[in-house]
């Protein structure tokens, strides 16, 4: 991956998995719905997979510098 497109690629998933780890941290400490209409423990859950797998690839792409 050539160095441009791989630093905007990785800041884009890493500002965004970091953002939506915080945004679900405070919504579950505050006990509120992550999503609504769905199970408060599931949305938390599958919200935090997503935000590490956001974290992860950007830092994959991070690593093909």
Known sequence: MESGPAI??????????TGLLAWTAVRAR????????V???ASAMIASC???IALVVGAWCFTQL
């Open 50 to 52: 997503a935000a590490v």
């Open 30 to 37: 505050h006990r509120e719905p992550v999503a609504h209409g």
């Open 8 to 17: 905007f690629a990785g800041s884009v998933f890493a500002l965004f998995g």
């Open 39 to 41: 199970s408060p423990v």
